[in-house]
């Protein structure tokens, strides 16, 4: 079943903090984190693996809260160059090691 | 270190037409992936490759689409006939095992059936 993200969409100026959140109506073994620039392929940010971890990527960090099944990224004093599409995978409990995306957020990050 | 490589980049055909994508992953990765994805949505899994063993192929249409692994390495999408619903981008990614992480992907093949 595929992941919910919310916003579809966010609007910052540049030094914003923006979170982008990721929930699925199963249990979760992972969730992976990934921007996607307009043309060009996916780029991995972080995975994380246990409940209640927090991983951080430059100024992007992440929680999982596997009892709410959710994810959140947050991205903090936002960049220019943070501007594209966020996608979580999620892969299952039952590790069929198939990772599901959703539909992903767009950030748009102005000067 | 190169990353994955597809060919070819872009590519426009009638419908009813075959159509081939290759993709040449990182060297070293066991795990190869196709990816389907449509205009405003995330990649689809198609395929999933374990060296040349397709391990899990549920998504893939098999009445129109197939692929094939060589020796572990490269790898080939084919859809023969193409429809117009077939329009879209095709992402192959590598990863160096299933459950291990990072999967690297390629730039992508857009497909655009008329």
């Known amino acids: 079943q595929q992941p919910v993200q919310s916003p579809q969409a966010v609007i910052l100026r540049e030094g914003e903090d923006a979170v982008i959140n990721c929930s699925s109506s199963?249990?979760?073994?992972?969730v992976h984190w990934y921007r996607q620039k307009h043309g060009e392929a996916p780029v991995f940010l972080m995975i994380l693996l246990k409940g209640g971890e927090q991983k951080g990527h430059e100024k992007i960090s992440a929680s999982f809260n596997e009892k709410k099944q959710q994810s959140s990224l947050y991205l903090t004093a936002s960049q220019l160059s943070y501007s594209g599409t966020y996608f979580c995978?999620?892969?299952?409990?039952?590790?069929?090691?198939?990772?599901?995306f959703g539909k992903g957020t767009r950030l748009h990050i102005l000067p | 270190e190169a990353g994955v490589v597809q060919s070819p980049r872009y590519k426009i055909i009638e419908k009813k037409q075959p159509v081939a994508f290759w993709c040449n992953p990182i060297?070293?990765?066991?795990?190869l992936y196709w990816y389907r994805q449509n205009l405003g949505q995330g990649p689809e899994l198609l395929i999933r490759?374990?060296?040349?063993?397709?391990?899990?192929d549920s998504q893939l249409p098999k009445d129109r689409f197939s692929a094939e692994r060589l020796k572990g390495v490269d790898s080939t999408l084919k859809i023969q006939p193409a429809e117009l619903g077939d329009s879209a981008v095709y992402l192959c990614?590598?990863?160096?095992?299933?459950?291990?992480?990072?999967?690297?992907f390629g730039p992508g093949t857009r497909l655009t059936v008329l």
């Open positions: 490759y374990e060296n040349e063993e397709a391990v899990d």
């Open positions: 995978g999620t892969e299952a409990m039952n590790r069929d090691d198939k990772i599901i």
């Open positions: 060297s070293g990765h066991n795990t």
């Open positions: 199963k249990a979760l073994y992972s």
């Open positions: 990614a590598s990863s160096l095992g299933t459950g291990r992480g990072e999967q690297f």
